[in-house]
């Protein structure tokens, strides 16, 4: 059975940096995983994915340049460094614990999913 759990989720003012933090346990193969956020606006959208090796990521648009994504193989754990936050960073985080698709362009996820963390950056 996949176990999932994402933590690191707080409110924080504009302009500061939160690190996310997901383990997943249960797989047996070397997946990619990856971080999505929903609001009611967007719904569930990627915003940073990595392959196995960390070799390969995907970013979207609107974070890039100001998160970073990295895994740990010892820790069993996937990190999301989040840096000069905005408020419409603002939003449900989930860890997807593996991907279906992986490139520089796109991120999907399979359905296995933590219960996420909230980020609320205030203005």
């Known amino acids: 059975q996949v176990q999932v759990m994402e933590s690191g989720g707080e409110l924080v003012q504009e302009g500061g940096s939160l690190r996310l933090s997901c383990t997943a346990s249960?797989?047996?193969?070397?997946?990619?995983m990856g971080w999505f956020r929903q609001t009611p606006e967007k719904g569930r959208e990627p915003i940073a994915c990595?392959?196995?090796?960390?070799?390969?990521?995907f970013y979207a648009d609107s974070v890039r340049g100001r998160f970073t994504i990295s895994r740990d193989h010892g820790k069993n754990t996937m990190y999301l460094q989040m840096d000069s936050l905005k408020p419409e960073d603002t939003a449900m985080y989930y860890c997807?614990?593996?991907?279906?698709?992986?490139?520089?362009?796109?991120?999907?996820?399979?359905?296995?999913w933590g219960q996420g963390t909230q980020v609320t950056v205030s203005s």
């Open positions: 990595i392959d196995w090796y960390g070799l390969s990521t």
């Open positions: 997807a614990a593996d991907l279906s698709v992986l490139t520089k362009f796109v991120c999907v996820a399979k359905d296995v």
């Open positions: 249960g797989l047996t193969h070397a997946n990619a």
